[in-house]
């Protein structure tokens, strides 16, 4: 069972950090080694990851051989997931992918292709995006797939105008083998994703002579809705056109019901399903559990796991984080760490958002002494804190001026590889700063450069004020020289890399 702290426990953290309890009992989550870098076992992922992150380009080669390790496509793709999750530099993994696929008869995976592209589309090279992609067809172009289209596309138009985003979805006619609906599909995904459905169905008109649509395209389409009145009328216009709804269809109407909290035509969605003979899945009824959350029905929400069961559908992790965000929006913590107990008792591991649903909760009630004691614990059972885990805790950690447990995360991340070092260093070095830990905020700085990774110029310029506030030149111009070896800071306007339209909605030209 678990065990919430009082506020007055966080004062014995300077003395011992053990003497934190665990928020709740999940002694029994199996853990691998692959999933938890945390084990003292020599894991073979963590080992090349380690070696690519901290060794020189000019040894790089000899490193990689001395360990005798087989850099398999299965290794390959994990070391690159490492990179993404961890937000490490990501021309190191470049240099990586490429050393690996010089070999001689080796051919990279698709997955690890559409991973090192996604870490050059984050850090917005797109020009090595494209770089990567003419190698790749020169020497194995059938790795470039519809999925790799939708992966680039989905980077440039985070940052990037439609019409750009739309130009370089043209590109890929001469770089993806089969350059059809497939990829049509996943430019308008991107778009209902990144911009908003004017857009998507602007672009949909324009280019749907030069496509197929099938099924697929209508229920991307309708996923992108967010109002139920244009829901329904994209749903009628689908079914006026000849094409019959699936699973998928009845998904997407059910999701923007519950999210606009009209349950009860969610509910007449499951009755005409099960007239059609189609049965709801287990997305179908994580959108409902989700819906009776808003509306203030935790405990009918909770019914449906069951009621799931008899139709032959069982909960997955995403059901139950489903339920146990709904009674952390209630206020009912207990009933939530039960169900985290149950989710390992019936084999399912909590993943980060399960644990990020309650770090919100701990957040908005400042309750660090928990947040703390649950961070303990998802780092024991094996699960990485991702960004938003770490952003949780440094905030509040800011908020009560806890320098102590903040270094700790910041070592935590360094050493374990999670994170955004960007966005947490922000908080951090705010913090560093407020309270005069000048050289701790000077060595954290020096950890992340040695990482790859620019301080932002917000960072910057706050440790370069108080550095010259107090006369450290010396240690200033040694952080400018590292800066300088590194490049230029991360501060980098939008239209650095492509351009930007001032209009929300772009109507191309036929």
Avoid at 26 to 32: A, E, G, R, V
Avoid at 41 to 48: K, L, R, W
Avoid at 175 to 197: A, H, W
Avoid at 231 to 260: H, T
């Amino acid at each position: 069972m678990f065990q919430l702290q009082s506020s007055s426990s966080i004062s014995r953290y300077a003395s011992s950090s053990s003497s934190i309890a665990l928020c709740f009992n999940l002694h029994n989550i199996p853990t691998s080694i692959h999933s938890c870098p945390f084990s003292s076992q020599n894991d073979d992922v963590e080992t090349i990851f380690n070696i690519v992150t901290t060794t020189p380009s000019n040894s790089l080669r000899a490193s990689l051989k001395s360990t005798q390790i087989l850099l398999s496509n299965d290794l390959i793709d994990k070391v690159l997931k490492r990179f993404r999750f961890s937000h490490q530099n990501p021309l190191q993994a470049l240099e990586f992918f490429r050393l690996t696929g010089n070999r001689r008869g080796f051919y990279h995976s698709s997955v690890s292709l559409d991973t090192m592209l996604y870490l050059l589309g984050r850090s917005r090279k797109f020009e090595l995006v494209w770089d990567v992609l003419v190698e790749i067809r020169k020497k194995d172009q059938s790795l470039i797939t519809a999925r790799t289209v939708m992966v680039v596309l989905g980077r440039i138009a985070k940052v990037c105008s439609v019409r750009y985003t739309v130009d370089s979805f043209k590109k890929f006619r001469k770089l993806v083998p089969e350059f059809g609906v497939d990829c049509y599909n996943g430019l308008l995904r991107t778009l209902c994703q990144e911009k908003s459905m004017t857009d998507a169905r602007n672009v949909y008109d324009t280019l749907k002579h030069g496509f197929k649509p099938n099924l697929q395209t209508f229920n991307i389409l309708l996923s992108g809705w967010k109002s139920a009145e244009e829901a329904e009328g994209f749903f009628d216009e689908m079914k006026g056109m000849g094409v019959r709804p699936d699973v998928v269809s009845y998904n997407c109407l059910i999701d923007v019901y519950c999210k606009n909290r009209e349950i009860d035509k969610a509910y007449k969605v499951f009755d005409k399903m099960r007239e059609e003979d189609i049965s709801p899945d287990v997305i179908s009824y994580t959108s409902l559990i989700g819906g009776l959350g808003l509306v203030g029905q935790p405990d009918k929400a909770h019914d449906l796991l069951k009621e799931m069961k008899e139709y032959g559908c069982y909960p997955d992790v995403a059901a139950y984080n489903a339920v146990i965000r709904n009674f952390c929006m209630a206020k009912r913590l207990g009933e939530a760490y039960k169900l985290m107990d149950e989710m390992v008792g019936k084999g399912l591991e909590p993943n980060a958002t399960t644990y990020n649903v309650v770090f919100r909760t701990f957040f908005w009630s400042n309750d660090l002494v928990n947040s703390w004691s649950l961070y303990q614990r998802m780092r024991r059972s094996g699960c990485l804190p991702n960004t938003q885990s770490c952003m949780f805790l440094i905030r509040l950690i800011k908020r009560q001026e806890k320098v102590e447990m903040g270094l700790e995360l910041w070592n935590d991340m360094v050493k374990n590889g999670f994170g955004s070092y960007v966005l947490v260093s922000d908080v951090l070095f705010d913090l560093l700063c407020i309270m005069g830990k000048l050289a701790d905020a000077e060595r954290c700085f020096l950890q992340m450069i040695e990482k790859g990774q620019k301080p932002s110029y917000i960072s910057f310029k706050r440790i370069k004020v108080l550095k010259e506030l107090t006369n450290k030149h010396k240690a200033l111009k040694n952080l400018s020289e590292k800066m300088a070896r590194i490049g230029s800071i991360s501060y980098v306007s939008q239209t650095d890399e492509c351009p930007i339209d001032s209009s929300s909605s772009v109507l191309l030209p036929s």
